[in-house]
Structures are given as structure tokens and as C-alpha cells.
Nanobody, 124 residues
Framework: QVQLVESGGGLVQAGGSLRLSCEAS????????VAWFRQAPGKEREFVAA????????YYAASVKGRFTISRDDAKNTVYLQMNSLKPEDTAVYYC?????????????????WGQGTQVTVSS
């Protein structure tokens, strides 16, 4: 069992930066794939970024590649999402998710554990 708690959201102007944190409780967190998804009002939840166990591999949505960086500190049971050059279209609730992946890491259906979400609002 894994519990996830996100933090770090807020209001920022376009071009600014935020760092989201996802702190996990539970055993063997370092063996889990962890991802960030986001959901804007009236839209479906979409994949943002994922990081495999030990941080060996990372994956990004095309819309955030080059601007966002996902990383993990397994000693702290925490995954981060550094978001730079933010745009108004990045406005959404951001969710952290974790799983021992057996399906596509880009699909929300592959993740067993979810945080409550943190709001990110980017003003123009």
C-alpha cells in the first residue's frame, strides 16, 4: 500500500516556475514507477511525465518536454516535478500516481495509487 501527498502548487505568472513534490508513504517506494498527470476543467486527465524505478528512465509528454523535469529522491520517498517556462495552458490540477507498471506508463489506468492533487494556475 502506498499513500501519496502532493504539494507545491500555486499561482504563477506565465514564464515563471514551480516545483511540485509528491511524498509517498509505504514500503519499497523505490521499486514503483511514478508519474504526474494533470486535469484541466472540462478536459480528460492527461499524462505529463513519468520516472522509472531508480530514476534510470524518464518520459515526458510532448507539450512539456524541455520545460518540465521529473526526478526522484528515494531516500526521502519523494518525486519532484520542476516546471519552468510555465504557460497558461499548463493550468490544471496536477496528480501524482504510482504503480508497479504492467501496462502503458502513459495511461492513467496503469496506476494503482493516486494523490489528492494540487492546483497549478498560470496567469497570462
Amino acid at each position: 500500500q502506498v499513500q501519496l501527498v502532493e504539494s507545491g502548487g500555486g499561482l504563477v505568472q506565465a514564464g515563471g516556475s514551480l516545483r511540485l513534490s509528491c511524498e509517498a508513504s509505504g514500503r519499497a517506494f523505490n521499486t514503483y514507477t511514478v508519474a504526474w498527470f494533470r486535469q484541466a476543467p472540462g478536459k480528460e486527465r492527461e499524462f505529463v511525465a513519468a520516472i522509472m524505478m531508480s530514476g534510470a528512465n524518464t518520459y515526458y509528454a510532448a507539450s512539456v518536454k524541455g520545460r518540465f523535469t521529473i526526478s526522484r529522491d528515494d531516500a526521502k520517498n519523494t518525486v519532484y516535478l520542476q516546471m519552468n517556462s510555465l504557460k497558461p495552458e499548463d493550468t490544471a490540477v496536477y496528480y501524482c500516481a504510482a504503480a508497479l507498471i504492467s501496462g502503458s506508463l502513459y495511461s492513467a489506468n496503469s496506476y494503482n495509487y493516486w494523490g489528492q492533487g494540487t492546483q497549478v494556475t498560470v496567469s497570462s
